[in-house]
């Protein structure tokens, strides 16, 4: 891994701090950038994407799947592939009940990281979400779960 | 893919960019398609979109302003990769 | 068709044709105090239709067709006309209407904020909008909550409740047996009986108001509440949409206008009263 800058670089981001990242800056004795490559890794997918609905056939309606209800059971965690495990698991991270601020999500976009996010957490999350995508939007295999058979 | 392939960005009105508390969304007016995007991607896009194209090269260059993106040859081919992804859900094209 | 009946539910009409009477006798019992559509031409046509009187050895049996029709559906036996004509019905809003983002959850209304509940089958979302509609809520729906796409109101499509099996017992002892349908055995779903909603649930069902909390009900669970992420509910409330995608972008601002304003809980409760419970707390820190 390459060296991390020790000095503050970038003007923008001194005027957008607040009171409790000037201290978080103070007891850190490393980076002024966040990190925003994995570093090392094959690049894994930072894209969901919504799939469109299937056409309204009935050949559609009868292959539809029904989606699993998440086991999760008190404190879980989520696996890099997305799969939520025990809290505690080696290599998981915490689970998905996160909320940030309104304010705190756009100094994520202006090159500040979420309290307590990494890379991977990040990543994990988007497979987590990619695995709640079991029908197709659209048409969520709502007329096959009336229907008789 | 090569890292000097040069990918033209979408233009500014085509994409609808909401930040939620933890993933960014991106409605893609040309398609209709709903996209859920988290970091790198929505840097690389504004990257993107600021020069109105650009290469994995000319990206990691702007990135690295204001980012720390590793070793360069790592970040490269990552790069390299999400602007490929970017161009198969046609979000970016491939000249 | 030889027997018609025309209903209103919310915004949405319904022109309801069947080859026999029996199924459209229990439609107008049930639904004779709701409001009579506003004119003549109806949003959608369900029509049952007899199948099987040429074939000896197939039993005689329903056929729902209508606007939007699954030519390969299972037909139903000719017992439960009632629950195919409420299906036809169903069918026709998830496969047509677009003046609404649909989401498949119930709701229900108290003090002009909406509670919006979605989850799969069997996750309870019908009964507790149910007994959250005896215990001083106001019923929206217990299938359908229609979202404003320009307000961001949640609006009401207050349909017969379906309960189901276990849900018929505990319900079925706290009303009357005017709002009671017949009981309807061996469905695909097992056991149903359909619960009129209450009379001021009708009689407002053409009041939208605002979202205030969304949770994901699970029934059968120990006890357990777990916020959940804004990413996450958009995934979930796409997959529990039955039109997110054919709106576009008018239903993308809607779903992202509700993810952004609706914080969103998951439960997890053994029984009823439980849920109960859990609802009334979290909707006083809700508001």
């Known amino acids: 891994m390459a ?64 989606p699993v209800p998440d086991p999760a059971k008190g404190n879980v965690h989520i696996n890099p592939s997305g799969q939520l495990v025990p809290a505690g698991t080696p290599g998981a991270f915490p689970g998905t009940g996160r909320s940030f601020t309104g304010e705190q999500v756009k100094q994520a976009m202006r090159g500040r990281p979420l309290p307590g996010t990494s890379y991977g957490q990040n990543q994990a999350y988007m497979n987590y979400i990619r695995r709640l995508q079991s029908g197709t939007s659209g048409f969520t295999c709502y007329a096959s779960l009336q229907m008789p058979r | 893919m090569t890292t000097a392939n040069y990918y033209r960005a979408e233009p500014q009105e085509a994409l609808v960019m909401r930040p939620l508390a933890d993933i960014v969304l991106l409605y893609h007016r ?11 991607v929505p840097e690389i896009l504004d990257a993107l979109q600021r020069d109105g194209g650009g290469t994995a090269i000319s990206i990691h260059a702007r990135l690295a302003r204001d980012f720390d993106l590793g070793p360069p040859d790592e970040a490269l081919a990552e790069i390299a990769a999400h602007l490929a992804e970017l161009a198969d859900l046609g979000l970016a094209y491939l000249k | 068709m030889t027997h018609a009946i025309s209903l209103r539910i919310g915004p949405a009409t319904f022109r309801v044709g069947s080859a026999w009477p029996g199924p459209l006798r229990d439609l107008a019992r049930l639904y004779a105090d709701y409001p009579a559509p506003l004119d003549a031409i109806a949003d959608y046509t ?20 209508g606007d939007h029709g699954l030519a390969d559906a299972a037909p139903m036996s000719l017992a439960h006309g009632l629950l195919a004509a409420e299906m036809g019905m169903n069918l026709q809003m998830a496969l047509g209407w677009r003046r609404h983002l649909l989401l498949h959850a119930s709701s229900v209304e108290k003090d002009g904020r909406v509670l919006v509940m979605t989850g799969e089958s069997g996750s309870g979302k019908s009964t507790l909008a149910a007994q959250l509609g005896e215990r001083g809520w106001r019923l929206m729906g217990d299938e359908f909550a229609l979202l404003d796409l320009h307000s961001g109101d949640i609006f009401a499509f207050p349909r017969l409740i379906s309960l189901k099996n276990r849900a018929i017992d505990v319900i079925a002892g706290d009303v009357p047996a005017s709002r009671l349908g017949p009981m309807l055995r061996g469905t695909a779903k097992g056991d149903i009986r359909h619960l009129v909603p209450r009379a001021d649930a009708v009689a407002r069902m053409d009041e939208g108001a605002p979202p205030a909390l969304l949770l994901f009900p699970r029934f059968g669970h120990a006890v357990d509440v777990r916020p959940v992420a804004q990413g996450e509910t958009f995934m979930r409330l796409t997959q529990a949409s039955t039109n997110y995608v054919a709106l576009g972008e008018p239903g993308f601002a809607a779903l992202t206008r509700f993810v952004t304003h609706v914080p969103a809980c998951a439960i997890d409760f053994p029984s009823g009263d439980e849920a109960i419970a859990l609802v009334e707390q979290l909707w006083a820190e809700a508001l």
Not at chain 1, 30 to 50: D, E, K, T, Y
């Open chain 1, 3 to 66: 060296a991390l800058a020790s000095k503050l670089s970038d003007q923008d981001q001194m005027s957008d701090q607040t009171p409790q990242q000037d201290d978080d800056r103070a007891d850190m004795a490393v980076p002024s950038r966040r990190q925003l490559l994995m570093g090392g890794a094959a690049a894994a997918s930072a894209i969901v994407s919504i799939r469109p609905a299937l056409a309204n056939t009935a050949a559609s309606v009868l292959n539809c799947t029904i």
């Open chain 2, 30 to 40: 040309p398609s209709g398609r709903t996209h859920m995007v988290v970091s790198p």
């Open chain 3, 46 to 65: 369900v029509r049952l239709e007899l199948a099987g009187w040429a074939r000896r050895w197939v039993r005689p049996s329903i056929f729902i067709t």
